[in-house]
């Protein structure tokens, strides 16, 4: 019996140490563990699709006696709007002013000449150790690692592994997440850190900068060496508490539905 | 093939195969918007309820990969969680004689609500900032607890089927009993 307990304790040291070697290894990338993800992902993704196609029924008859009362109140609202919009394409001339009118709306402005391409989400993973979106596009849209995730208010997150259909996002708000910001006005530079999700995101500012700074003022990528980003995505604006300093992100985050993915050319 | 081998082959079958439940249903879906029904967790336990020590931190060893596998959690985290959990909870085990249902109900919500602590404590390590412990928290807690006991009792029947060479009705017998092979 004692002999057993001994055992037992030693085999479970050595599991503890050989998962606190590949913690290690995965923290410094050099384990072959991102590979072992991709390979996992690309393997079994046809079967998540299968079981998340198959169990869905249960789950919307589950959100559906849960939410009813919701639901009901989300119908009214969405025959209200299909209403409202109904009139509004009444008042339309042809479908190309109404298509000039989508294109003004969801225009992302600040991306420029870069091509990109608009992905749904299609799960949100948010637990206590990490902050991930999947999208419904992956390499056969020409995704890449790295490519950086935006909505027409600011930066969302990367791209950090690519399955042929799928892709998985780290949001800024994941501490694993660093950021090189620079802002508008007074080209003050800094660089931000996720803290969790509903939280701001911390910001290392150059010296002096918070006392030329005001509240409010916005914050974009900087798109300097070795950054992740190219510049000029907005990434939130500046919130002074006391002797707080934060960026609070210009994307909402806790309501990700549909985003775009900018095509970077090269790897950054 | 013999037996031990198919077990193993079982075993690490139903594992992979409740991780991609997992993250292809249920890691998207929040009861009462706010508990995540989490079946590696539960396997888990149950795997604690049923196996002897060595065997429950290494199949928590591997259960907790599978995890690692579809998170981008450091790789190992889980792996490291899960078989300490396992472990604990079979050591546990070996000092019960025939505990009744209902202790292996508040067991496993125990467990459960002790594994998810540790999950938190975790994301402190790793500086992800979990909310600040409050009512709401507690309440949380509570809700994954009632939940998990219920889940419990069909993944132990599982863990059961999975590890040993006969199915049992009897979620009271001890570990030493069932795994006396």
Known sequence: ?268 | MNTGRVRWLRALGVILAVAIVQVGTFDQTLLFDRVRLDLPLYLLVAIGFVSQSQEAAFLGFVTGLSVDLFQFAPFGVYALLFSVVAWGLAESQIRLLHPGPLFRTIQGAMAIIGATILMWFAGVIFEQDPPPFTNHTLITLLMIGAIGSVMVHPATQVARWMLHDRPSSDMTSAPTSATAR
């Open chain 1, 1 to 268: 019996m004692a002999n057993r307990t001994v055992s037992s304790r030693r085999i479970v040291l050595l599991l503890v140490v050989t998962a606190l070697a590949m913690m290690t290894l995965d923290a410094r990338q050099t384990g072959p563990f991102q590979g072992v993800r991709e390979a996992a992902y690309s393997v079994t993704s046809p079967l998540r699709s299968a079981v998340g196609f198959i169990l869905s029924p249960i789950g919307d008859t589950w959100q559906g006696i849960v939410h009813y009362d919701d639901l009901a109140a989300e119908n009214d609202e969405l025959r209200e709007r299909v209403a409202e919009l109904e009139g509004v394409v009444d008042r339309l001339p042809d479908r190309e002013a109404e298509l000039n009118e989508l294109k003004i709306g969801t225009d992302i402005d600040f991306v420029e000449a870069l091509p990109t391409i608009a992905a749904s989400v299609t799960s949100d993973r948010r637990t206590s150790v990490e902050r991930i979106i999947e999208i419904d596009r992956g390499s056969d849209d020409g995704l890449r690692e790295g490519m950086p995730v935006v909505t027409g208010d600011g930066l969302v997150g990367r791209i950090i592994l690519v399955t042929g259909e799928t892709s998985q996002v780290q949001l800024i708000s994941d501490p694993r997440t660093s950021i090189g910001v620079v802002s508008r006005g007074t080209r003050a530079i800094g660089v931000t850190t996720g803290d969790g999700d509903g939280v701001d995101l911390r910001v290392d500012l150059e010296e002096g900068a918070v006392d030329v700074l005001a509240p409010g003022v916005r914050f974009e990528t900087s798109g300097l060496n070795a950054s992740d980003y190219p510049g000029g995505i907005p990434v939130g604006r500046l919130v002074i508490d006391g002797v707080r300093v934060r960026i609070e992100p210009l994307a909402d985050l806790d309501r990700l539905a549909f985003v775009t993915v900018i095509l970077t050319e090269e790897d950054r």
